[in-house]
């Protein structure tokens, strides 16, 4: 079984793989949108085990950073025209900051509203980047949404580790949860510490880092917290916090954690200080385990880091098979295709019989 391997790799995609994957891509995604509906396209692209199975069945062979940006520029190509009603903004480095343009000229198109989408997007970004600090940093950023859906896929990258890190999001069809938001994450292993604050267990934390903030208390907070800290080893507390934005989150008296976030300079350092404090200060504790869910795709035949998921990786090689033959392509491309899934099942058969070795 081949896993979801994530190292960073620079370069691009050649114009021959992208325009074959552009050319396979489109009558699967059609077929999947007229045979079982957009929600079902959604939920699917939304999965981190099917989105890489599809990159890889489009001929994006490398499980790679790579793997993220082209499929996701290849699905711009094909949903952004009039046969469908589905876009895609975003996408990597200088992209990703055209995102509220992007979402403005397709909103328009397909006349919903921009500007909650562009709040949607901003939201999604600012937890991956500073609500769930796990040592990666986000560069890639994309939306895909409908008149009814939404979705976002992200990618984060350790620069030291050189690896990456790819976050999946559930479908929307409003605002999104603040807990527990993600579909499943993608990376090579889980951190041993993070600072998760969009955890069901990091609920109260939540509320304590508002009332802190909404009571002015946080200067003299912050002081107590740098008087504990130096009786405790290992603990890091944010030497530099954005001032300026606390006094703002003052001023507006966020009720919501996603209003809180929202506000210009409520970054990592101050939003772990914050955390720091509902914890040493007012023993309030965050979530610290990495919520990362798919490490090598389903798992590895000998258990590590856990055992494969045989249901969930059957039912994608079955609803790929059945897509496929189902689809308008031509008998040669067809059993191309279908010859790369029986690759993916004799690797399946491969790690059954390695697990029980």
Not at 74 to 86: A, D, G, H, Y
Not at 138 to 149: D, G, V
């Amino acid at each position: 079984m081949k896993s979801i391997y994530l190292p960073l790799h620079d370069g691009k995609a050649p114009y021959w793989l992208l325009n074959r994957m552009k050319k396979l891509a489109k009558p699967i995604i059609t077929l999947i949108i007229e045979e079982f509906g957009e929600k079902e396209f959604f939920k699917r692209i939304s999965d981190p085990i099917f989105f890489q199975s599809f990159s890889n069945v489009l001929g994006f062979d490398w499980n790679s950073s790579g793997s993220t940006t082209v499929l996701i520029g290849v699905l711009k190509s094909v949903l952004n025209t009039e046969e469908f009603e589905i876009r895609v903004a975003g996408g990597k480095g200088i992209n990703a900051l055209k995102t509220p343009e992007e979402i403005k000229a397709f909103a328009d198109e397909l006349n919903v509203d921009a500007e909650r989408l562009i709040e949607v997007s901003r939201l999604t970004a600012k937890i991956d980047n500073s609500a769930l600090q796990d040592g990666y940093e986000i560069y890639h950023h994309a939306i895909i949404f409908s008149k009814r859906h939404w979705t976002v896929i992200q990618q984060g990258m350790n620069i030291h580790a050189k690896m990456a890190r790819r976050y999946h999001w559930e479908v929307y069809s409003s605002e999104p949860k603040i807990e527990n938001p993600h579909s499943g994450i993608v990376a090579v292993k889980k951190e041993c510490e993070v600072v998760n604050l969009v955890s069901d267990r990091s609920r109260d934390a939540r509320y304590v880092m508002l009332d802190i903030v909404r009571d002015g208390s946080f200067r003299r907070d912050y002081s107590k917290l740098l008087s504990v800290v130096k009786f405790r080893n290992g603990i890091s507390v944010p030497k530099r916090l954005d001032w300026k934005a606390l006094e703002k989150a003052y001023e507006l008296q966020p009720e919501r954690f996603e209003d809180l976030l929202l506000i210009k300079g409520m970054g990592k350092g101050t939003l772990r200080a914050l955390a720091l404090i509902a914890d040493l200060i007012y023993n309030t504790e965050y979530d610290k385990q990495d919520p990362a869910k798919f490490c090598f795709a389903l798992g590895g035949k000998d258990g590590v880091p856990f055992p494969v998921n045989r249901r969930i990786y059957d039912e994608v090689i079955a609803f790929m098979r059945s897509v496929i033959e189902q689809s308008r392509l031509g008998d040669f491309e067809k059993k191309k295709l279908l010859l790369k899934i029986s690759e993916r099942v004799r690797e399946r058969a491969s790690s059954r019989s390695g697990s029980r070795l």
